[in-house]
């Protein structure tokens, strides 16, 4: 009779997580076309129906453990593609005099945010906030403005690929900086990192090499029909291979998943239909469950006024942490119209804001509260500057 009861037990905590599943999926579908029509990005939509599903709405959807997993899957496989997605040949292609400006329009970037947390005493967590790049949602709008090919849009993409390596290396920094423990743990931790990416570099310039002189061997993983998708395979294990290594070093998974997809972006020169179908793999189920989860696990009575008003303030110097050094940095003969909407493009990194909250939040840097204001921030830069980049993007397509 026992285990009669704990089968029916076993079966029904089946069923409830198969729910979940069909939830989470159900508001997948439902998310983007509802987006398009909102005209917001599909991620603030899936935030929301985390929200509407959740404890904060009609309490259908809890954060169990298998939710949790594939949610945290999903978080690895956007830091991967967001490895992927830095075109490391438009990069070579555009030679260093060219990579002068967007470096220093970056440097600015950082400069203006520190000053600006300085200013406010937000910390090093809302420093990254202020200052986070990412290429995802400049990438998406560029492409659905027909701006990729501009001057402009190439130079935003070559500051966001920067930018956004900076970034990831400055969230493993303050992890490091921010651990409790001596100062020889500290040490050892700092080595480890170092450890890791030097031999990822040594790693990446012997894989590159490898294919050169053996192409066959990898002509597989980049082809557009293979049964098998021996490609999609091999990229999830180099993948979890780096996020075991990040692990091993001490550091956030973010760092590893973000490095193998850097190092199969790096590669493998023709890795667009490799990148497709992973991003099918990721876009299509991982991904959204991970925003979903994270409008799940949003705090919202930890907000009162004055939260929501810091996150407005943070949303406006975020904003114009990215528009001034835009501003002030440019190539010679581009008219402060482009100078403007590179920085719009520039301010809306949605993913890695949402990863910096969830990340201070593991490592008790943030708060309850000032993680649902960091979201609320990711929701606000998101929507609010790639409205003025369309409304101002309108019009002839500029010389390229």
Not at 75 to 102: C, K, N, S, W, Y
Not at 146 to 174: F, P, Q
Request: net charge positive; glycine share 12%; aromatic share 6%.
């Amino acid at each position: 009779m026992f285990c009669a009861r704990e089968d029916r037990r076993g079966t029904v905590n089946g069923h409830d997580e198969l729910l979940a599943l069909l939830l989470l999926l159900g508001a997948s579908v439902v998310g983007p076309p509802l987006a398009v029509r909102m005209r917001v990005p599909a991620a603030v939509v899936l935030i929301l129906f985390g929200m509407a599903l959740g404890p904060l709405g009609l309490g259908a959807l809890h954060d169990t453990q298998m939710v949790a997993f594939v949610s945290e899957l999903g978080f690895l496989l956007l830091m991967f593609m967001a490895g992927m997605e830095i075109d490391f040949e438009a990069i070579r292609a555009a030679g260093r005099p060219a990579l002068i400006v967007p470096t220093l329009v970056v440097l600015g970037i950082f400069a203006c945010a520190a000053g600006a947390g300085i200013a406010l005493g937000i910390g090093g967590i809302g420093i990254l906030v202020l200052s986070a790049m990412s290429v995802g949602m400049p990438l998406a709008v560029l492409k659905e403005t027909d701006r990729a090919s501009t001057n402009m849009g190439r130079h935003v993409m070559l500051a966001a690929s920067i930018g956004e390596l900076v970034c990831i290396l400055a969230i493993t920094g303050l992890e490091v900086v921010s651990a409790q423990g001596s100062r020889v743990e500290m040490l050892v931790k700092v080595g480890k990192v170092v450890l890791l990416l030097v031999g990822s570099a040594l790693l990446i310039r012997w894989a590159r090499a490898f294919v050169w002189w053996y192409p066959r061997v990898f002509r597989r993983l980049i082809e557009h029909h293979d049964v098998a998708e021996l490609g999609v395979r091999v990229g999830l294990v180099v993948m979890l291979g780096f996020v075991v290594l990040a692990a091993l070093a001490g550091v956030e998974p973010i760092l590893g998943a973000f490095i193998g997809g850097s190092l199969v972006g790096f590669v493998l020169r023709q890795k667009h239909a490799l990148e497709a179908k992973i991003a099918a793999l990721g876009n299509g189920l991982f991904i959204p469950i991970f925003f979903i989860v994270v409008g799940l696990r949003f705090e919202a009575s930890a907000l009162d006024g004055a939260a929501v008003r810091s996150a407005l303030m943070l949303a406006l110097f975020a904003g114009l942490s990215k528009i001034l050094p835009s501003l002030a940095v440019a190539r010679r003969g581009t008219s402060l119209r482009d100078r403007f909407l590179a920085g719009c493009l520039l301010s809306a990194p949605l993913t890695l804001v949402v990863a910096i909250g969830s990340i201070g939040r593991k490592l008790e840097l943030v708060g309850a509260r000032e993680q649902a204001s960091i979201v609320l921030v990711a929701m606000v830069v998101s929507i609010v500057f790639p409205i003025v980049f369309r409304l101002l993007a309108r019009g002839p397509l500029p010389a390229s």
